[in-house]
């Protein structure tokens, strides 16, 4: 389960590039009832979307021509420089290098072999997201890449990350999970599956947001300019879940687990 109590190889952050800013705090305001709270003049628009005073992702304007509307997930690092190494040394891009953001942190903009985008984040004062694993908060990060065997070894080798299997249901094979080194099933914080599963996007990190109702929050997402691309579904054992985009195209899931009706 994703959790606040981050470890080297853990999802600790997220954040949302998106063109429209405003339209974004709209958008997922209504998705989600975030507020947006600006970090500051000099952080260049950058900011966090909150919920119940507790920052759950990060957001900031950047012109499409720079850079697709687009989450992204972070994973702890505890040497920035030394997974900036790793994930070249393994076949992986560092799109940006290591850079310090004032005395929060440290941040590398990455890509794997596949070309799936991440980030790391090495914490200073920011030690990442205030909530996790609940409705309106981050919940799980699912890799979609045509070779699962590849990109297990390459965050393995980057990250220390260790692997399960549970079985689909309906006997559609093992779905694959991974969790940091030595945390065990109980600390899996994602999954990998084969990038045919989702043709239309290629290799990339999709990000799960918890809700409490997974078909009232597709149609506020729809009534807010969003669109649909999976449409609620029921998984046997897990939960309710829906893929979609906001207004801007930058893409995202919804679930509804057991973890955010407790």
């Known amino acids: ?6 470890v080297p190889g853990s999802p600790n952050w997220a954040d949302l ?7 974004a705090k709209n958008f997922y305001g209504g998705v989600f009832g975030w507020n947006h709270v600006s970090a500051g003049p000099e952080f260049g628009g950058y900011g966090m979307f909150q919920l119940d005073g507790k920052t759950v992702a990060g ?6 021509e720079q850079a697709p509307p687009t989450w992204t997930v972070y994973f702890q690092t505890a040497d920035a420089n030394a997974t900036s190494t790793a994930v070249k040394d393994n076949g992986g891009t560092v799109v940006n290098e290591p850079m310090d953001v004032e005395d929060l942190g440290r941040m590398t903009l990455c890509a794997d072999p596949a070309g799936a985008g991440f980030a790391t984040w090495q914490p200073g004062k920011n030690t990442g997201l205030e909530a996790t694993d609940g409705p309106g908060s981050l919940c799980w990060a699912e890799l979609s890449t045509p070779d699962t065997k590849a990109a297990t070894g390459f965050y393995g080798s980057v990250f220390g990350w260790e692997t399960s299997t549970m079985p689909m249901p309906g006997g559609g094979g093992d779905y694959l999970m ?4 030595g945390k065990g099933p ?8 084969p990038t045919e599963s989702d043709p239309a996007t290629g290799p990339n990190w999709l990000l799960y947001f918890g809700t409490a109702d997974c078909d009232a929050a597709v149609a506020n997402a729809d009534r807010l300019g969003g669109t649909t691309v999976k449409e609620p579904t029921d998984i046997e054992g ?10 801007y195209g930058a893409r995202l899931a919804l679930m509804q687990g057991f973890s955010q009706d407790a």
């Open 238 to 247: 897990v939960g309710r879940f829906a893929v979609l985009t906001d207004p």
């Open 1 to 6: 389960m994703l959790t606040t109590r981050y």
């Open 17 to 23: 590039a998106t063109p429209d800013i405003e339209g």
């Open 59 to 64: 957001a900031m304007q950047l012109p499409a």
């Open 186 to 193: 109980d600390g899996m914080f994602g999954g990998i599956v």
């Open 178 to 181: 991974v969790h940091p080194a």
